[in-house]
């Protein structure tokens, strides 16, 4: 590592957003299990109440830089559709 004042406030910054980035990545997976969880156990109320806190989660991610837009995108539709499949009883 460099020994200049930048390169150490560059160094600091990235130490942060990595665990940031960390945090929320984190959140994300479990806001996804729980939406799967629910799934799993045939719940199409709580599915589709734990799938808009996970699409918010994932869009603000997506915002955020943390994850890809087309990921996120790719993400929230696929859970979308496993919960209107549940819904529908197909």
Known sequence: MANHA?????????EKRRHRNQAIKTRLRHLVRA??????????????AR???A?????K????G???????SRRIA?????VGQ???GS
């Open 55 to 59: 699409a918010r989660a994932l869009d």
């Open 6 to 14: 930048s390169a150490l406030k560059r160094h600091r910054q990235n």
């Open 86 to 88: 549940l819904k529908t």
């Open 61 to 64: 991610a997506a915002t955020k």
């Open 35 to 48: 939406v799967r969880e629910a799934l799993t156990a045939r719940d199409p109320n709580t599915a589709a």
């Open 51 to 53: 799938l808009v806190d």
């Open 78 to 82: 696929r859970l979308t559709h496993a």
């Open 66 to 72: 943390v994850v890809h837009r087309r990921n996120a």
